[in-house]
């Protein structure tokens, strides 16, 4: 598009790498518009050896870090995990430029911990990596409950689809919510999975389907800007409020009232960012009542007021600018399923 220059994303392959998301960067971010120019390379410019028992042959070797704004380090075979890294890994870590982006998929993360990337930082890897990542990385704060983390120029994430997550996180921060939503269609994922969902859920698939809260989760969605209560969505589930609750955390991981409030506030983003409604108006449209309730909430979420964030977002024609990235504090971000 006019106007908005190409971000360079370049995703470190090494040996053992998982196919799938080796390939989830190029996917996803390039879905987005024509804005992320994503490369591949090697630690050597050689063939990746993956998990699956064929080889990825990049087109691109370590020198290509030196270009990229934001670097993906790709998951591996757990075994191939090691507490120091070999000297072609730290070279070609070496390369990357102070003021690039950095981002790990699941058990990549132990690559940048390995570097001393992570230290005094937060972050998260797989739920079953977590006991060795504490033991190998005490200098990382580790939160293995979430499914990604962003701090400062840092972001890691948990397992496969985590890794989607993370990459629609970055369209969205860079570029707003309406961006992230169209490359989420093009790919068919959901467009909004942010990073404080816990990574395990007991029940993502429910085991009998008219048990569900799923439908009384769309019926929320219809009526956000209703007042909603616990007993009133318990209700329309047909399932005593007790019962209500324990499913809907199974099926989300986490309570009603919480998922509803992360409704909210995405529905506020979406219509900052398109239409012209003002804050009092947004804020009566999906249930946040009073101006002053979702300047706190959006405050809470993104760090910015209603009306920087319409003016950073705003997808008007002539007006569809880019983001420009900062460090924020450290974030791990809530899940809508």
């Known amino acids: 598009m006019p106007g908005r220059p190409i971000h360079t994303v370049v995703v470190l392959g090494l040996d053992g790498a998982f196919p799938f998301e080796l390939g989830i960067p190029a996917r996803v971010l390039g879905a987005a518009d024509g804005l992320y120019d994503v490369r591949l390379c090697s630690v050597d410019g050689g063939p990746i050896r993956t998990d699956a028992g064929f080889d ?5 070797g370590p020198e290509m870090l030196a270009q990229a704004d934001t670097v993906i380090i790709a998951p591996m075979d757990e075994r191939l995990l090691s507490r120091e890294l070999p000297p072609s890994v730290s070279g070609a870590l070496a390369r990357i430029r102070p003021e690039a982006r950095i981002a790990s998929i699941c058990n990549g993360g132990f690559v940048l911990a390995a570097a001393g990337l992570l230290d005094g930082r937060t972050a998260t890897t797989h739920w079953e990596s977590t006991e060795r990542f504490r033991a190998w990385f005490p200098r990382v704060r580790l939160d293995e409950e979430v499914l990604f983390v962003e701090d400062g120029r840092m972001l890691t994430s948990a397992g496969a689809a985590s890794g989607i997550d993370l990459c629609l996180h970055l369209i969205r921060s860079d570029h707003g919510a309406g961006t992230a939503n169209r490359a989420a269609r093009r790919c068919v994922v959901a467009p ?3 990073g404080g969902q816990a ?15 799923s439908v009384t989760r769309q019926w929320i969605l219809r009526n956000l800007g209703e007042k ?12 005593s409020e007790r019962t209500f609750v324990r499913r809907f955390r199974a099926e989300t991981g986490m309570p009603p009232g919480q998922w509803m409030l992360q409704q909210r506030v995405a529905s506020a983003r979406n219509l900052l960012e398109s239409t012209d409604l003002t804050v009092d108006q947004i804020a009566s449209s999906i249930g946040f009542g009073t101006a002053s309730s979702l300047r706190q909430h959006l405050k809470a979420e993104v760090g910015v007021s209603p009306l920087s964030y319409r003016r950073t977002f705003r997808t008007d024609a002539g007006r569809d600018a880019p983001r420009t ?6 974030v791990s971000l809530p899940l809508a399923v």
């Open 56 to 60: 990825v042959v990049p087109a691109h």
């Open 192 to 194: 909004y999975r942010e």
């Open 199 to 213: 990574q395990y859920i007991e029940r993502p698939v429910p085991d009998d389907p008219a048990e569900s809260t």
């Open 228 to 239: 909603l209560t616990l007993r009133s969505m318990a209700s329309h589930a047909k399932m």
């Open 325 to 330: 990235p900062s460090s924020p504090p450290p």
